[in-house]
């Protein structure tokens, strides 16, 4: 994942199984997936959503969906690619109160933004806690 090598994805997701896509990693206990957004590997993203849809859903151990990793780091291309898939994304809390338009305004992403206020992120500028 982090290669960005879509086809070594693919062939490891028919050796393994789509169970491998639900296995933890690193720092916050990300899962390949969430991995691909922070890097913003978009490839890399489309073949995991392709064969397993429900990673949308993932979160790390911070409650923290894909959305917010690639708002993090700025992802343009992830963040539109996420938004366009489920726009509802936006509206994910983490635990610690953090939306992905928290996350992107306080790294600087304003180009991040654009398209995070457009779908209403405006309104998560508030943290919960």
Do not use: C
């Not at 789509?18 to 890097?39: H, N, Q, V």
């Amino acid at each position: 994942v982090r290669d960005n090598d879509e086809e070594s994805v693919r062939l490891l997701i028919a050796k393994e199984g789509k169970d491998i896509l639900d296995k933890r990693y690193g720092y916050a206990a990300r899962t390949p997936f969430l991995l691909a957004a922070e890097e913003g590997h978009v490839g890399v993203m489309k073949v995991i959503h392709e064969r397993k849809p429900d990673v949308l859903k993932q979160t790390d151990e911070y409650g923290e969906n894909a959305l917010h990793w690639a708002a993090e780091y700025g992802r343009l291309a992830a963040v539109n690619q996420l938004l366009s898939w489920d726009p509802k994304l936006i509206d994910a809390r983490g635990k610690r109160g953090n939306t992905p338009f928290i996350m992107a305004a306080g790294n600087g992403h304003v180009d991040v933004l654009e398209p995070m206020y457009a779908e209403g992120g405006e309104k998560l500028l508030t943290q919960t806690n």
